[in-house]
């Protein structure tokens, strides 16, 4: 059945596009009242509400389920914001405002990576006497071990693949299956003190590697469980978990006794509990988030529509939110394998509403239309030419050009495909929505199938034998650079050693020998600027190709309650800081 809200989709968007434009022009101050006021993005490159004062209880939602709290089974990225309140990494994101927190920055190491043998080999250096949450010592070998349990996607599916990929440890599958660790030669730990990872080919950007997720956080072998070491992770950071997590329902921490604040400036320890509520409803999420009930919205991609439209017309609301941009982009990713044919996908491309597509997601409030699929804060990143359509406002498809595509794809008439979306998230439905009607104009038909977000990009989009299964063309995603270069963006979403059996980051399940030997060719370039050269000719073929559909750069609208303390804009996670919250008492 059509939901009703999409029939409103065009009014709603005008409604938020003429207060998003009165709205982005900011406040006239530049800072907060010190207990919880403020202005419009007053978080934004500032620490709003800063405090130092220790207590209270920080409550955290989601409306779907966390896919895993195993910090080296995740890979939002909210998940790995969020895992840093209860366990460190060899490298981290400094926890400050402004540029300055996309800069690698040691955390359980010393010091960043030292390269040698042309890029090949990474060493680390580890800091002596942090501990766990059993007061013991965190170890070389510990680190060791998380990395190589990553090798295993039959147990740890939802992480990045990089190291399985990178690391010379060709024909390894983990410890869950080889126990004996001196078997996983693509690490070594000459001593307690010492990491060095052994890489096949050159690659410049290892720091940022190491630096963006949770994988590098220590596991010991004794305290791992496989699959279930996500309900209780053992915490080497500042909160531990009391008891176990319950899925679908969430769980709490309290305060971890050996984490040591002074050598760690990237964190700190001020809730006396952290609740962190699943499954709770996206639009029951937001009421409680604008009563204070709830803190935070972990997603972080920003409020609903009704929300959305309080915000922006209740200047008290409006003073306690922000409309940043998020760092990560909106898109409609294609299956190659699904749908073969270019010419079929070039004229879904061409048919696309881009006009409704953008306003499901909140007009001016929700971001800019996107020309490329890398977003405008990568380094070195080109608009582009904007291949088969046009982003501009108002652009309702072209639907002379997308049935002369059907003609050269052979289906004058259009063909059916299937496409998802993740079902507790309202701007994704919306958009299917949009998308389904605009296609059926050229007999394109979409069946819609939503899944929850917990699940969607494992064991739905994110497989690819789900999505051959089920004949899926197309969905919603949303992709945040793992690190802000061409290659952090794409690689993932676009190289074909990139797809896995699950988790799989590209359900394009894009193939190409261009791009792939393009991919090939960026290792073995030292200059940032030829790389970015080469990173804009991966995103122009992707397009040309009809393998992604750009939608959005995102904005999103935060808002934070008056209670929330030490709130600023992570640009590393494009969301709000969750390693440093605290609450008023």
């Given at each position: 059945?059509?939901?009703?809200?999409?029939?409103?989709?065009?009014?709603?968007?005008?409604?938020?596009?003429?207060?998003?434009?009165?709205?982005?022009?900011?406040?006239?101050?530049?800072?907060?009242?010190?207990?919880?006021?403020?202005?419009?993005?007053?978080?934004?490159?500032?620490?709003?509400?800063?405090?130092?004062?220790?207590?209270?209880?920080?409550?955290?939602?989601?409306?779907?389920?966390?896919?895993?709290?195993?910090?080296?089974?995740?890979?939002?990225?909210?998940?790995?914001?969020?895992?840093?309140?209860?366990?460190?990494?060899?490298?981290?994101?400094?926890?400050?405002?402004?540029?300055e927190s996309l800069k690698?920055?040691?955390?359980?190491?010393?010091?960043?990576?030292?390269?040698?043998?042309?890029?090949?080999?990474?060493?680390?250096?580890?800091?002596?006497?942090?501990?766990?949450?059993?007061?013991?010592?965190?170890?070389?070998?510990?680190?060791?071990?998380?990395?190589?349990?990553?090798?295993?996607?039959?147990?740890?599916?939802?992480?990045?693949?990089?190291?399985?990929?990178?690391?010379?440890?060709?024909?390894?599958?983990?410890?869950?299956?080889?126990?004996?660790?001196?078997?996983?030669?693509?690490?070594?730990?000459?001593?307690?003190?010492?990491?060095?990872?052994?890489?096949?080919?050159?690659?410049?950007?290892?720091?940022?590697?190491?630096?963006?997720?949770?994988?590098?956080?220590?596991?010991?072998?004794?305290?791992?469980?496989?699959?279930?070491?996500?309900?209780r992770p053992f915490s080497?950071?500042?909160?531990?978990?009391?008891?176990?997590?319950?899925?679908?329902?969430?769980?709490?921490?309290?305060?971890?006794?050996?984490?040591?604040?002074?050598?760690?400036?990237?964190?700190?320890?001020?809730?006396?509990?952290?609740?962190?509520?699943?499954?709770?409803?996206?639009?029951?999420?937001?009421?409680?988030?604008?009563?204070?009930?709830?803190?935070?919205?972990?997603?972080?991609?920003?409020?609903?529509?009704?929300?959305?439209?309080?915000?922006?017309?209740?200047?008290?609301?409006?003073?306690?939110?922000?409309?940043?941009?998020?760092?990560?982009?909106?898109?409609?990713?294609?299956?190659?394998?699904?749908?073969?044919?270019?010419?079929?996908?070039?004229?879904?491309?061409?048919?696309?509403?881009?006009?409704?597509?953008?306003?499901?997601?909140?007009?001016?409030?929700?971001?800019?239309?996107?020309?490329?699929?890398?977003?405008?804060?990568?380094?070195?990143?080109?608009?582009?030419?904007?291949?088969?359509?046009?982003?501009?406002?108002?652009?309702?498809?072209?639907?002379?050009?997308?049935?002369?595509?059907?003609?050269?794809?052979?289906?004058?008439?259009?063909?059916?495909?299937?496409?998802?979306?993740?079902?507790?998230?309202?701007?994704?439905?919306?958009?299917?929505?949009?998308?389904?009607?605009?296609?059926?104009?050229?007999?394109?038909?979409?069946?819609?199938?939503?899944?929850?977000?917990?699940?969607?990009?494992?064991?739905?989009?994110?497989?690819?034998?789900?999505?051959?299964?089920?004949?899926?063309?197309?969905?919603?995603?949303?992709?945040?650079?793992?690190?802000?270069?061409?290659?952090?963006?794409?690689?993932?979403?676009?190289?074909?050693?990139?797809i896995v059996p699950s988790?799989?980051?590209?359900?394009?399940?894009?193939?190409?020998?261009?791009?792939?030997?393009?991919?090939?060719?960026?290792?073995?370039?030292?200059?940032?600027?030829?790389?970015?050269?080469?990173?804009?000719?991966?995103?122009?073929?992707?397009?040309?190709?009809?393998?992604?559909?750009?939608?959005?750069?995102?904005?999103?609208?935060?808002?934070?309650?008056?209670?929330?303390?030490?709130?600023?804009?992570?640009?590393?996670?494009?969301?709000?800081?969750?390693?440093?919250?605290?609450?008023?008492?």
């Amino acid at each position: 059945m059509r939901s009703p809200r999409f029939l409103t989709l065009t009014a709603a968007g005008a409604v938020a596009l003429s207060l998003g434009l009165a709205a982005c022009g900011g406040g006239d101050d530049d800072g907060g009242d010190g207990n919880g006021g403020g202005v419009f993005n007053g978080a934004v490159d500032k620490i709003h509400n800063p405090s130092d004062t220790k207590g209270g209880t920080l409550r955290m939602a989601i409306s779907s389920d966390i896919d895993s709290t195993d910090p080296g089974n995740m890979y939002y990225a909210w998940s790995n914001n969020f895992t840093r309140l209860y366990s460190r990494q060899l490298l981290t994101y400094p926890a400050k405002p402004g540029d300055e927190s996309l800069k690698p920055a040691p955390d359980i190491a010393e010091a960043l990576g030292v390269a040698s043998d042309g890029n090949k080999t990474w060493t680390y250096k580890l800091r002596k006497g942090l501990k766990y949450e059993d007061g013991t010592e965190i170890k070389a070998a510990d680190i060791k071990y998380a990395v190589a349990r990553t090798f295993d996607r039959g147990v740890l599916r939802n992480g990045p693949s990089y190291f399985s990929q990178m690391l010379d440890a060709e024909g390894y599958e983990g410890p869950f299956k080889d126990k004996n660790l001196d078997n996983f030669k693509g690490v070594e730990t000459p001593d307690d003190y010492t990491v060095v990872f052994k890489l096949k080919e050159p690659f410049a950007e290892f720091n940022e590697v190491v630096t963006f997720s949770g994988q590098t956080a220590p596991v010991p072998a004794a305290k791992d469980q496989g699959e279930r070491y996500g309900l209780r992770p053992f915490s080497s950071g500042p909160f531990k978990w009391e008891g176990n997590y319950q899925p679908g329902k969430g769980g709490a921490m309290v305060p971890n006794p050996h984490w040591d604040a002074t050598t760690d400036p990237n964190r700190k320890q001020l809730p006396a509990k952290i609740e962190v509520i699943a499954g709770l409803e996206a639009q029951e999420l937001d009421n409680q988030l604008l009563k204070g009930q709830i803190h935070v919205d972990l997603a972080g991609t920003g409020v609903q529509e009704n929300a959305r439209s309080q915000i922006l017309q209740d200047p008290a609301l409006k003073n306690s939110s922000d409309n940043p941009p998020g760092g990560f982009a909106w898109y409609i990713p294609i299956n190659v394998k699904n749908i073969p044919n270019v010419e079929c996908r070039r004229a879904i491309v061409w048919a696309a509403d881009r006009d409704a597509m953008w306003r499901a997601y909140g007009g001016a409030v929700g971001g800019d239309m996107a020309t490329s699929v890398q977003p405008p804060d990568i380094e070195g990143r080109e608009k582009g030419t904007d291949h088969f359509t046009k982003a501009q406002i108002g652009y309702k498809g072209d639907v002379n050009q997308a049935k002369a595509a059907l003609q050269r794809c052979g289906q004058p008439n259009g063909f059916s495909t299937t496409m998802v979306y993740r079902s507790d998230r309202p701007k994704e439905k919306a958009t299917a929505e949009a998308l389904q009607q605009s296609l059926s104009l050229v007999g394109i038909k979409l069946n819609l199938k939503g899944y929850p977000a917990s699940t969607y990009t494992n064991d739905q989009f994110g497989s690819p034998s789900f999505v051959a299964k089920e004949k899926i063309g197309l969905g919603t995603y949303g992709w945040h650079a793992d690190w802000p270069t061409g290659y952090g963006y794409l690689q993932a979403i676009s190289d074909g050693d990139a797809i896995v059996p699950s988790g799989n980051a590209n359900p394009s399940e894009l193939d190409d020998k261009q791009i792939n030997d393009l991919w090939d060719q960026s290792l073995k370039v030292e200059d940032p600027a030829q790389r970015a050269k080469i990173y804009n000719q991966i995103d122009d073929r992707i397009r040309s190709e009809a393998a992604i559909l750009p939608n959005v750069y995102a904005r999103s609208l935060l808002f934070r309650p008056s209670s929330l303390t030490n709130v600023f804009l992570h640009e590393g996670f494009g969301m709000y800081n969750y390693s440093t919250l605290g609450v008023a008492k």
